[in-house]
Structures are given as structure tokens and as C-alpha cells.
């Protein structure tokens, strides 16, 4: 499974992108995809998958999924600075798409996401 991140740029606070994670893979549709981020100097966190949402993007941040093209966005609204972080894709073969990073099989390069303020 490959995984090739994409969408990440420079945004003012306030403004929104959307990250793409497209995969490779005919079973796209059994993988949970997760999406986790690494400010620097910082440890990697988990950000959200489909059906759940870490505390500080709740109600900013949504994913979806389109199957049919084994693709997996992360759009985000409402930027704040503290969200600026290398953001990464990540792909949980068993489905279970939990929130710990050591739970994902594979994982995309990631995309810089640089909010100013």
C-alpha cells in the first residue's frame, strides 16, 4: 500500500485547505484511514479519522472518503496557527481506525501546513 499526501500550504488564521491521501491498494474500501500531524518540536498526535475527532479540531476539521477513488480529504476550516504541522496520512488495514499512531500499517510522506497568524 502507497500512500501520497497532498493539499498542505501557506493560510492565513481563519482560512481553510483541504489535504488529499490518495492509495494505492484494490481493497481501499476495508482500509480505516487516520490522519495525524507533527508540529515541530513536538510529538506526533493523532488528528481524526471518519468517525472520530481529537478535542482540538472538533467542529474545524472534517474527513471523507471517496472509495471509488481511493482517496481519503481532510478538510480544514477555521485554521489556527497552532495547526500548522506536518500532516500525514495513514492506513489501518485491520479497519479499526483507531486514535494510536503504532496501530497504522502504512503511511503517507505528509503535507506542510503552515497557518500564520
Known amino acids: 500500500v502507497q500512500l501520497q499526501a497532498s493539499g498542505g500550504g501557506l493560510v492565513q488564521a481563519g482560512g481553510s485547505l483541504r489535504l488529499s491521501c490518495a492509495a494505492s491498494?484494490?481493497?481501499?474500501?476495508?482500509?480505516?484511514m487516520g490522519w495525524f500531524r507533527q508540529a515541530p518540536g513536538k510529538e506526533r498526535e493523532f488528528v481524526a479519522t471518519i468517525s472520530r475527532y481529537a478535542e482540538s479540531v472538533k467542529g474545524r476539521f472534517t474527513v471523507t472518503r471517496d472509495n471509488a477513488k481511493n482517496t481519503v480529504y481532510l478538510q480544514m476550516n477555521s485554521l489556527k496557527p497552532e495547526d500548522t504541522a506536518v500532516y500525514y496520512c495513514?492506513?489501518?488495514?485491520?479497519?479499526?481506525?483507531?486514535?494510536?499512531?503504532?496501530?497504522?500499517?502504512?503511511w503517507g510522506q505528509g503535507t506542510l501546513v503552515t497557518v500564520s497568524s
Open positions: 491498494g484494490r481493497t481501499f474500501s476495508s482500509y480505516a
Open positions: 495513514a492506513a489501518d488495514l485491520r479497519g479499526l481506525g483507531s486514535q494510536v499512531g503504532l496501530h497504522y500499517d502504512y
